[in-house]
T-cell receptor, first 114, second 112 residues
Framework: NAGVTQTPKFRVLKTGQSMTLLCAQD?????MYWYRQDPGMGLRLIHY???????AKGEVPDGYNVSRLKKQNFLLGLESAAPSQTSVYFC?????????????FGPGTRLTVT | EDQVTQSPEALRLQEGESSSLNCSYT??????LFWYRQDPGKGPEFLFT?????EEKEKERLKATLTKKESFLHITAPKPEDSATYLC?????????????WGLGTSLAVNP
C-alpha cells in the first residue's frame, strides 16, 4: 500500500517549457487535490477533483491545467513555465465524506523554473 | 476575511518540556479544524480533526483542543522525534464556501 505517490521528485525547467506532474493514489479516494507550498505563503490549492472526469479551480489556478481521466490518477500540467511557478507541489487525496476532510499527502515535487 | 494564524512561528523546547501551539481562526462558519505534522522534505501528515467547541483529541504526546476562536495543540513531555512543523487548517462551511484555509505553521524543535 503506497498511499499517494508523486513523480518526478525534482525537476528543473527553463522559462517557457512545459511539463506534467503525475499523482497516483491506491486508497480508492474520490477526492484529489494539487497544492503548492511557498515560504511565507503556506499551502495554496491549485486545482481539485471530486471524482473521475471532474476538475475544479482552487485558489491559484492560473498557469496550470489538470486532468482526472482515471480515479487513481490526477495530473497537473504547466503549459509554459514561469519563474513564479518555482515551488514545491503536493498532491493529496481524501475520502468522499466531505471536501477537505483528512487529506493524505504525497511526498512532493520540487520544481525550479529558471 | 477568513483567516488562520498560528503562533509562535518557531518554538524550541528541551526534551520533556511541555508546551502548547496556538491556532486562531476567523471564519463565518466552522465546518472543521485540522492539525497536520510536516517533516522537512515531506508532505503533511494528518493528525486530528476537531468539529465543535469543547472537543478534544489525543494521540500519544499530542492533545488538540478547540474553542470558538482557537485551537491548541498541547505537547506533553516532547521527544526529539516530535520535531517538525505543525500546520493548522480550517474548513469554512458557510454557504458554498468549502475551501480549506491553511496557517503558516509552527516549527517545533525539541532538543535532547
Amino acid at each position: 500500500n503506497a498511499g499517494v505517490t508523486q513523480t518526478p521528485k525534482f525537476r528543473v525547467l527553463k522559462t517557457g517549457q512545459s511539463m506534467t506532474l503525475l499523482c497516483a493514489q491506491d486508497m480508492n479516494h474520490e477526492y484529489m487535490y494539487w497544492y503548492r507550498q511557498d515560504p511565507g505563503m503556506g499551502l495554496r490549492l491549485i486545482h481539485y477533483s471530486v471524482g473521475e472526469g471532474t476538475t475544479a479551480k482552487g485558489e491559484v489556478p492560473d498557469g496550470y491545467n489538470v486532468s482526472r481521466l482515471k480515479k487513481q490518477n490526477f495530473l497537473l500540467g504547466l503549459e509554459s513555465a514561469a519563474p513564479s511557478q518555482t515551488s514545491v507541489y503536493f498532491c493529496a487525496s481524501s475520502w468522499p465524506t466531505g471536501y477537505g476532510y483528512e487529506q493524505y499527502f504525497g511526498p512532493g515535487t520540487r520544481l525550479t523554473v529558471t | 476575511e477568513d483567516q488562520v494564524t498560528q503562533s509562535p512561528e518557531a518554538l524550541r523546547l528541551q526534551e520533556g518540556e511541555s508546551s502548547s501551539l496556538n491556532c486562531s481562526y476567523t471564519v463565518s462558519g466552522l465546518r472543521g479544524l485540522f492539525w497536520y505534522r510536516q517533516d522537512p522534505g515531506k508532505g503533511p501528515e494528518f493528525l486530528f480533526t476537531l468539529y465543535s467547541a469543547g472537543e478534544e483529541k489525543e494521540k500519544e504526546r499530542l492533545k488538540a483542543t478547540l474553542t470558538k476562536k482557537e485551537s491548541f495543540l498541547h505537547i506533553t513531555a516532547p521527544k526529539p522525534e516530535d520535531s517538525a512543523t505543525y500546520l493548522c487548517a480550517v474548513q469554512d462551511g458557510a454557504g458554498n464556501n468549502r475551501k480549506l484555509i491553511w496557517g503558516l505553521g509552527t516549527s517545533l524543535a525539541v532538543n535532547p
